[in-house]
């Protein structure tokens, strides 16, 4: 007679449930930014809808502004902008960052350690101020872009940091030594990197960018109206706040709801880097 023991089941931790809160989140955020037009009582930006600085109500949920604007359908098309602004900063950040950064490793003649130095400097520097620099040598249209690279640095040196771990472990050692070109193992490298890093590395961008962008447009500096995001919209509503909160309080609670989730998705810890 035999005995079989079974491994008991793991048990999902706490930052797993967390996470899968966090792109559950994300994931309802992206299903009604695609229904927006179809949820949103008014365009984008109509006046007169109703009368100003009406109180939230059964007609107007979160209120009316300044201008007579729904508030609602305000938020919904301008957290639409801001996915949109977001995504773009995104892809750029995971192009010019972690891509980059995982790639420059095995670039010749010490170019990665001069890229990494680089990316060092440019991320002690506050990636507002950068990203104010770089609009302020394009235009104004270019702050999705520009909230990308200022957030690329430190995606730059993570990707770096475990690329060069890989590069010097033992299995790589074995594998150079035994006659595989260079160029297969950084192929195989990259595609471990984009499928146990991918999701962690754009939720992380993600969560950075936002709030680069968001502050951007509250100090004048990305979206210009009638294509408000939620920033514009909080920085609209600095001279009514006090008589009228629900016109700055309910988009930075979208805003603050969007980059929680985003922060959740990365599973980072209080205080971290995003």
Request: hydrophobic fraction near 55%; aromatic fraction near 10%.
């Amino acid at each position: 007679m035999s005995l079989v023991f079974t491994a008991p089941p793991r048990r999902m931790g706490l930052r797993a449930i967390l996470r899968v809160v966090g792109f559950a989140g994300l994931g309802a955020i992206l299903v009604v930014v695609g229904l927006s037009n179809v949820l949103a009582y008014a365009p984008a930006d109509a006046q007169n809808v109703g009368r100003a600085l009406s109180p939230p109500s059964q007609v107007f949920p979160f209120g009316t502004d300044l201008f007579g604007r729904d508030v609602l359908s305000e938020v919904l098309h301008a957290l639409a902008v801001t996915v949109g602004h977001a995504t773009i900063a995104v892809v750029v950040t995971i192009v010019t960052g972690g891509i980059l950064g995982f790639l420059a490793v095995r670039f010749p003649m010490r170019t990665g350690a001069v890229l990494r130095w680089i990316a060092s400097v440019l991320g002690a520097l506050p990636p507002l101020f950068l990203a104010i620099l770089i609009i302020g040598l394009t235009s104004r249209g270019f702050a999705p872009e520009a909230a990308g690279l200022a957030a690329a640095p430190h995606a730059f040196l993570r990707a770096f940091d475990r690329a060069r771990a890989l590069a010097r472990s033992r299995h790589a050692e074995f594998a150079r030594a035994t006659g595989i070109p260079v160029t297969t193992l950084m192929r195989r490298d990259l595609v471990y990197e984009i499928r146990d890093n991918f999701l962690s590395m754009a939720a992380r961008s993600l969560a950075a960018v936002t709030i680069t962008l968001a502050t951007l447009s509250f100090f004048g500096f990305g979206a210009s109206p009638p294509r408000r995001d939620l920033g514009l919209m909080i920085a609209a509503a600095r001279e009514s706040y006090f008589d009228a909160w629900w016109t700055a309080a309910f988009p930075a609670l979208v805003l603050m709801l969007f980059i929680l989730c985003a922060r959740l998705a990365a599973c980072l810890d209080e205080g971290e880097q995003p």
